[in-house]
C-alpha cells in the first residue's frame, strides 16, 4: 500500500506490487526459471508468495514438500537465507536441508527491504543417494522413488549458479527502482498541479477583487 509521509513515499508500508507489475514478474521469472534451468518464486516481506513457483522440481514439489516435516525444514531454509540475503544487502547461495543449492536475492529500496527472491534447487555434482535414502527415511518418504527424483536434478557449475543469483538480483531490483521512481514522480506531478491549480485561483481572485475596485461601472446591486 502506498502511503506518503511529510511529502514522502512510505518504504515500511510499501509493498512489491505497489512498484512492480506482479504479471510482468512473474513472467520474467517463469521465462528465467527455464532459461536457467532453476526454480524461482517471489515472496514478500513476511515470506508469503507473490508470483506463483516456477519450475519447481519434481524433488522438490511432488515429493519434499509433500511431507510436512520436509514442508517445514524448506520454509526454514527459505527464511534464514532470505534474512542473510537482506544482512548483506545482496545475493546468498547455500545448501537447503535436502542438500540442493538455494539462492536468495533481496528485493531492495533505498536500503529497505520490500521482499525476496528464492531460486535454486539445483546440484553442482553428481547426487548423494546414501544421502537421499536417510532423508527419505525421516521425511516418511519412499527411498527409491527420491533418490530416482534426486537423480533427474540439474548438475550445474558453481560460477554458473552464481550468475544467475546476479542476474535475478540485478534484474528485478531495477524493475524495483523504476517502479519506485515512477512513483516519486508521479506524486511530484500531482503536487505541481495541485499548487497550479490553487495558484491559478489565487490569480483569478486577485484579477475579480481588482476589477471590482477599480471599474468606474456601478457594480453595486440594487436594492
Known amino acids: 500500500m502506498v502511503e506518503y509521509v511529510d511529502g514522502k513515499i512510505c518504504l515500511e508500508s510499501l509493498e512489491i506490487k505497489d512498484i512492480i507489475d506482479i504479471d510482468i514478474l512473474q513472467d520474467f521469472l517463469d521465462n528465467f526459471a527455464l532459461g536457467m534451468n532453476c526454480a524461482a518464486v517471489s515472496v514478500d516481506r513476511e515470506g508469503k508468495e507473490v508470483t506463483r513457483p516456477s519450475y519447481y522440481r519434481d524433488f522438490c514439489q511432488n515429493y519434499i514438500h509433500m511431507s510436512p516435516l520436509g514442508d517445514e525444514r524448506c520454509a526454514e531454509c527459505h527464511n534464514r537465507m532470505g534474512e542473510e540475503a537482506v544482512k548483506s544487502g545482496k545475493p546468498y547461495i547455500g545448501n537447503c536441508h535436502a542438500g540442493l543449492i538455494d539462492f536468495a536475492t533481496p528485493i531492495m529500496v533505498n536500503g529497505h527491504h520490500l521482499g525476496t527472491v528464492l531460486g535454486g534447487q539445483l546440484l553442482n555434482r553428481n547426487p548423494d543417494i546414501a544421502h537421499m535414502k536417510v532423508l527419505a527415511g525421516d521425511l516418511g518418504l519412499?527411498?527409491?522413488?527420491?533418490?530416482?527424483?534426486?537423480?533427474?536434478?540439474?548438475?550445474?557449475?558453481?560460477?554458473?549458479?552464481?550468475?544467475?543469483?546476479?542476474?535475478?538480483?540485478?534484474?528485478?531490483?531495477?524493475?524495483?527502482?523504476?517502479?519506485?521512481?515512477?512513483?516519486?514522480?508521479?506524486?511530484?506531478?500531482?503536487n505541481l498541479a495541485d499548487n497550479f491549480i490553487q495558484i491559478d485561483c489565487f490569480f483569478v481572485q486577485q484579477s475579480f477583487t481588482y476589477i471590482m475596485v477599480t471599474s468606474p461601472c456601478n457594480w453595486h446591486l440594487p436594492v
Open 142 to 190: 519412499d527411498k527409491e522413488e527420491l533418490a530416482k527424483a534426486a537423480e533427474k536434478i540439474d548438475i550445474v557449475p558453481d560460477k554458473n549458479i552464481r550468475a544467475a543469483a546476479e542476474v535475478l538480483y540485478v534484474v528485478v531490483n531495477q524493475m524495483a527502482q523504476s517502479g519506485y521512481g515512477t512513483l516519486e514522480i508521479q506524486y511530484l506531478s500531482n
